[in-house]
């Protein structure tokens, strides 16, 4: 059932570079790591087809915006932009953005997290695998836009590498399967891989279900009735 593999290192961002217009899934290097995003959508989007797994809102569709090549120890060596990524999708129609990466924080970011709110899309950002008590950037603002998320096995233990929700009581900050998740790769393959970047898609999933249900729920009902039904862990 897959390769198991340890922790995936969630891409983080680098000097940025020439972007990745284009439909090679795999092109610039190649590491494994190419393959974290197929990863990632197929944890959300893969058909129910009775062939290798089948993704959480598996009628959903997939606007894929690659953010640059990655390299084996998960950096990205041709960043782009996320902030301008994340206005692309949500003018262009995206209801949830799932950010399965870290970034480094600027106001940019921040203004178009708050963008994306203000137009009731919903983001959805990979807390960390550091091990640190609050989440990383950029899901350091679901205090106030979208959902961190942290990963948790299947006995519902928290994950040791995960980022933690933090202190403040507005982070909006939930857990879901982080550990050995089982999912599509580039070149019709699949594998088990770990970490927050694997959570996060089961959330933007579930998101997208919900939406699906009710297309007219805002920015605020979302999150307030996703982490209002959540269960505590203990």
């Known amino acids: 059932m897959g390769d198991r593999l340890p922790p995936q290192s969630y891409p983080k961002s680098a000097t940025p570079g020439v972007g990745q217009n284009n439909n090679n899934v795999l092109p ?3 590491s494994s790591g190419q393959g974290h995003g197929t990863h ?3 944890t959300i989007a893969a058909a129910n087809n009775g062939i290798g797994m089948t993704g959480v809102a ?4 997939i606007m894929a915006i690659r953010m640059g090549d990655v390299d084996s120890q998960g950096r990205f060596t041709n960043g782009g932009n996320l902030a301008q990524a994340i206005r692309y999708a949500v003018d262009n129609g995206a209801r949830v953005i799932n950010m399965s990466l870290g970034w480094s924080d600027s ?3 921040r203004d178009a997290l708050a963008y994306a709110a203000s137009r009731n899309v919903i983001t959805v950002s990979a807390a960390g695998n550091s ?3 609050s989440p990383g950037t950029p899901a350091y603002y679901a205090t106030q836009y979208g959902f961190s998320v942290g990963a948790v096995d299947s006995s519902r233990t928290i994950a040791s590498f995960s980022n933690r929700a933090g202190t403040n009581s507005s982070m909006q900050h939930v857990m879901a399967p982080g550990v050995n998740v089982y999912s599509t790769l580039p070149g019709n393959r699949y594998a088990s891989y770990s970490g927050t970047s694997m959570a996060a898609p089961h959330v933007a999933g579930v998101v997208a279900l919900m939406l699906g249900a009710n297309p007219n729920l805002t920015h605020a009902q979302v999150r307030s ?3 209002s039904s959540a269960v505590r862990l203990a």
């Open 40 to 42: 990632v959508a197929g």
């Open 225 to 227: 009735i996703l982490t």
């Open 131 to 133: 091990s640190l008590s």
């Open 28 to 30: 610039g290097t190649s």
């Open 58 to 61: 598996y009628n959903s569709r």
């Open 107 to 109: 106001t940019a970011l």
